[in-house]
Every structure is written in C-alpha cells, then in structure tokens.
C-alpha cells in the first residue's frame, strides 16, 4: 500500500511554494516534489525581479486581478518576514510622439485596475519633470509608478517553504513527478528520485511545475488533454554594462510592444543595473521535448543598444555584455500584444477530477502575483 499524505504540489519555485505555505496548515501532512536539486532554478530564478504594480494586464483577467492584490499583499509579507526588497518606483516612457498616446491607455488601465491610491497611482511627468527625476534619461513624457518594488526573490522563496515547512510541510528535491491516476476518493502519484521509483497516495494534487506544467499534466491519466494548453516558451535575454553603473535611481521602462513590456532598465538590491528581456523566439519543439537553452548570443547586443538608447543616448559603445536569460512559460492561444496570454488556473469546476488544480502560463507577473495565486488554488481546493 502507497504512503498517504494529503496534499502533493509539484514544482518548488515561488507559485508553488507560495501554495505549499497556503494550504500547509490546513493539509497537516503536505508534500513538495521538486525534480531540481533546489528550490527555485527555473522561471524565478531568471527574471527581474520587479514586483509590478499592475498596470499593464487587461481589466478583469486574472494576471490583473492577481498582480494588483498579490502585490499589496507581497509588501506586506516583506515587511513582517524580513524579505529585503525596496519600493524604488518606475518610470514609464515616451521617447516618440506615437508612445504618448499609449501613455494614455496604460494610465487607464491602471485606474480600471483600481490603482487610485495615492500610494498607487501613476502620475503624468512631462519631459523635464522626468529628467529631474533622471538626468540622463531621454523622453517626451513618462508616467510615474510609485508602487512598482524590486525583491530578493530568493529570500521570499525560501521564507515561503519556511512558513510551509513550520506548519508540517516537507520538501523532496531531486524527485521527479512520473504519473499519477485516480485513486479512490484521490489520487496515486508516482515520483522518481536518486533511489528509484516511489508511490504515494494523496487527496489533493497541485501541479505548479512552471514550464513543466504541460508535461506534469500529460502524465495524469484521467484527464482530458482538452484541459491542457499549449505550451509556448519564450526566451528572454538580459545584458550588464560593463566596467561602470548605470546612472539611475529607478526603473526605467519604455512603451511596451511586442507582446512584452520592451527592453527595460531594472536593478538589483545591490543596485547594479541590468537591461531585458528582449523577446527570442523558440523552437516548440524545446517545449515539447522540455530541453531549454539559456545561452546568451553576444550578438543581441545589437538590438539593446538601439532600444536602450532610445532612451539613455549616452550608453556607451562596447559597454553590454551577457548576463543570463529566462524563459516565459505562455500559452499558445494566438494572438498578439500584453492581452494575448492570461494565467490559466485549472480546477476541479472545468476539469471535474476532484482534488487537481493545475497552474498553466505562470510567467510576468507570476512572482508579484504568488501570494494571490495561491489564495485561488487553496478556494479550488475548499468543499463546497
């Protein structure tokens, strides 16, 4: 017979430990499989760190939804767990006429999004108000975000499964999800680790594997494959300035496009600057055959320098050089632009197998967003 525990999530970056935290006093016996031989070595460990304030996602949809509450509560989490972070504000701009005009949607957005705090709303700044802000910043005008935050999200991963852990919770690394099937009134899951094959037997089953999501989802035998999205991977790369630090003092972001937020300035809590991500196509296959390649080809720096210096003209040449990139676990639905991709929490009320929720698309803003997600994973999972 199969050990019992009752609730297994699959994956130990910060969606699903955020979830491990959340339902761990509730489930008494909770385990977290991760495949890695640490926490958090995929999506968010390469990304940039920001906690986003969450004007930029269309009104009503999830990643808005999430990004607007989970922010407010991932501040306060900060505060009474000791997780450095800063709240250093961001600046969204137009350094062409057409941009000023999108200005104006995104300011919209964020006042149907419910930033209208004063602690929260964005603020119109006209050129020089701006370069008061950045001397070395070029634009025609920009809005000002004072709720946008930079994190340590390592040390938010790690107070999350301490929270977990203090409230019975058990971390596996090095242990893989095989399989799982209906069993009884839950499920039987089996897992692979260093000493072989191993089976256990829970009531609640969380997949919140990232950009595995889809192969965790392929492996559960009762569940229509109706039920799991397309997978679409996107590479992000991120380059540094070398030899010196960048001149600013706040996030700098330029209109968004593409179906990303553009090539954008941020920093680290030691204050250096890094400049990504621009968007890189990959093949499906790597998705399908979950091989991803986090390369930085030199030769994108090309690209950098024209989208930095359409707004910081003084970039000096030859100053990037590679960091590291990460890839944005996106749905294939079609489509184009920020409103293409929304997050997809799949629950026992669209697939009707008690007991799974499954996380599929978790990229931008999944870590402002965790402490939320987490929220609706444990409402799924509630007896009604």
Request: glycine letters at 12%; charged letters at 20%.
């Amino acid at each position: 017979m199969a050990e019992r525990i009752h609730t297994i999530v699959v994956g130990a970056g910060i969606v699903g430990l955020a979830i491990a935290r959340q339902l761990a006093p509730q489930a008494g016996e909770l385990l977290i499989l991760e495949r890695a031989d640490a926490i958090g070595t995929g999506t968010s460990s390469r990304n940039s760190e920001v906690i986003h304030a969450g004007m930029y996602y269309a009104p009503g949809t999830l990643k808005a939804r999430s990004c607007v509450a989970g922010r407010r509560m991932l501040y306060d989490y900060c505060r009474t767990h000791g997780v450095e972070h800063r709240r250093v504000g961001k600046l969204i701009v137009a350094t062409e006429p057409a941009h000023v005009d999108a200005l104006g949607v995104i300011a919209e957005r964020a006042v149907a999004n419910g930033l209208t705090a004063p602690d929260e709303a964005l603020q119109w700044l006209a050129a020089d108000a701006a370069h008061a802000l950045e001397p070395e910043l070029r634009c025609l005008a920009a809005l000002w975000s004072p709720a946008t935050g930079i994190i340590d999200t390592h040390a938010l991963m790690l107070a999350c499964l301490g929270d977990a852990e203090r409230d019975g919770a058990v971390l596996s690394t090095g242990t893989a999800f095989v399989g799982a099937n209906r069993d009884g009134d839950g499920w039987r899951v089996r897992t692979r680790g260093a000493d072989g094959e191993f089976e256990l037997a829970c009531t609640h089953l969380v997949n919140a594997a990232g950009l595995q999501a889809q192969h965790v989802a392929a492996g559960i035998e009762e569940l229509d494959a109706r039920h799991v999205p397309p997978a679409l991977w996107l590479k992000g790369n991120y380059f540094t300035v070398a030899g010196r630090r960048p001149p600013f003092r706040h996030l700098i972001y330029p209109v968004p496009s593409g179906g990303g937020l553009g090539v954008h300035l941020t920093l680290d809590m030691g204050g250096q600057a890094r400049f990504g991500p621009d968007t890189e196509s990959v093949d499906p296959a790597a998705a399908i055959h979950d091989a991803p390649d986090y390369r930085v080809d030199p030769r994108r720096a090309d690209v950098f320098y024209e989208a930095i210096r359409s707004y910081w003209p003084a970039l000096p040449d030859g100053a990037l050089q590679p960091a590291y990139s990460g890839m944005r676990p996106k749905l294939a639905r079609g489509g184009a632009g920020l409103d293409a991709n929304d997050f997809e929490i799949s629950g026992p009320e669209r697939h009707g197998l008690p007991g799974l929720v499954q996380l599929f698309g978790i990229e931008s803003p999944g870590i402002t967003a965790s402490l939320a997600l987490a929220e609706e994973v444990a409402r799924m999972l509630r007896p009604h």
